[in-house]
């Protein structure tokens, strides 16, 4: 098994009663969007310009 990170934090926000952070899963290449706040969590993948999921290529 690798001992690479699977998921990097690409870019964080923090607010008053939240977060927003920009995941990358390092084996697709794929971002994610994720917010925390007091009433839940969410995650979705953050898309292009066209609408497709935005990919990273290495």
């Known amino acids: 098994m690798s001992k ?3 998921f990097t934090e690409k870019d964080v926000q923090h ?6 952070m920009v995941i990358v899963d390092n084996v697709t ?3 994610y969007l994720q917010t925390w706040q007091p009433q839940g969590v969410g995650l979705t993948p953050l898309l292009d310009e066209n609408g497709e999921v935005f990919i990273e290529k290495p």
Do not use: A, I, S
């Not at 607010?15 to 927003?20: A, V």
């Open 4 to 6: 690479e990170k699977r």
């Open 29 to 31: 290449g794929v971002h």
């Open 15 to 20: 607010y008053q009663y939240g977060l927003t």
